[in-house]
């Protein structure tokens, strides 16, 4: 009977912080898809402006990704309605925004994914490595199928 309590008591409360939308744990260790955190100095910066006509505006234009490669992103929300910037190949959207139906209010600040308010801004530095497909994402519901969303593959060249 004391297991029993402890579990449900255990169930109930990691229930509750998961609804929450609190992000408290570390990132640090984690293995990412498409490359890594940087803390390097980037081989180029890129301005992104979240939008809500559910589009990313690059600047200068992102149209290459060079395997190795470092580019720090300079998100900024210039919406009315809260935006995400993520980083990740296909499957790691799909499970990021299965997460987010769940939890809609869940609010980001991992080494690949941040969630701004209207008229925030934040950094994210991130090296390119591999050869995968890079999908740039809005998870929150709704966002991404309504195109909020930019694929390019990671090149050598």
Known sequence: MK???????LGLFSSSVMASGTHSHSHDNMRYSVGEPSKGIPDRSISVSMQDTMRFVFNPELDKLKNGETIEFRVKNDGAIQHEFSIGNAEDQVKHAQMMRQMPDMKHNDPNTVSLAPGKSASISWKFMGKDTVVFACNIPGHFEAG?????AITDI
């Not at 297991?3 to 008591?9: A, L, N, P």
């Not at 909020?148 to 390019?152: E, G, R």
């Open 3 to 9: 297991y029993f309590m402890k579990t449900v008591v």
């Open 148 to 152: 909020m969303k930019h694929i390019l």
